[in-house]
Nanobody
Framework: QVHLVESGGGLVQAGGSLRLSCAAS??????MSWYRQAPGKQRERVAY???????NYADSVKGRFTISRDNSKNTVSLQMNSLKPEDTGVYFC????????WGQGTQVTVSS
């Protein structure tokens, strides 16, 4: 059974930084991603990383966010710098093996 557990969310002022972590268990994951959902908006993918280390970012976070993974520990992290109020939302970890699996989400709030 696959479990994803996120940590690291919180409240930060604009311009600040946060680091999100996700610990995954129960599978070998082809891709691991971070999504976010702002109030009243659809969930959107922020960044993903393949098992081989290839990364992709949403245009809105390029140059500010960095995704990384440790295959030996089955973890994926998201370093978020220069945070903006529009980065506020619930951040979800996603991992794909033969299915798509989701964590419970962690709240990120950026105050202006």
């Amino acid at each position: 059974q696959v479990h994803l557990v996120e940590s690291g969310g919180g409240l930060v002022q604009a311009g600040g930084s946060l680091r999100l972590s996700c610990a995954a268990s129960g599978g070998i994951f082809v891709t691991m991603s971070w999504y976010r959902q702002a109030p009243g908006k659809q969930r959107e993918r922020v960044a993903y990383v393949s098992r081989g280390g290839l990364t992709n970012y949403a245009d809105s976070v390029k140059g500010r966010f960095t995704i990384s993974r440790d295959n030996s520990k089955n973890t994926v992290s998201l370093q978020m710098n220069s945070l903006k109020p529009e980065d506020t939302g619930v951040y979800f970890c996603n991992a794909i093996d033969t299915q798509s699996h989701w964590g419970q989400g962690t709240q990120v709030t950026v105050s202006s």
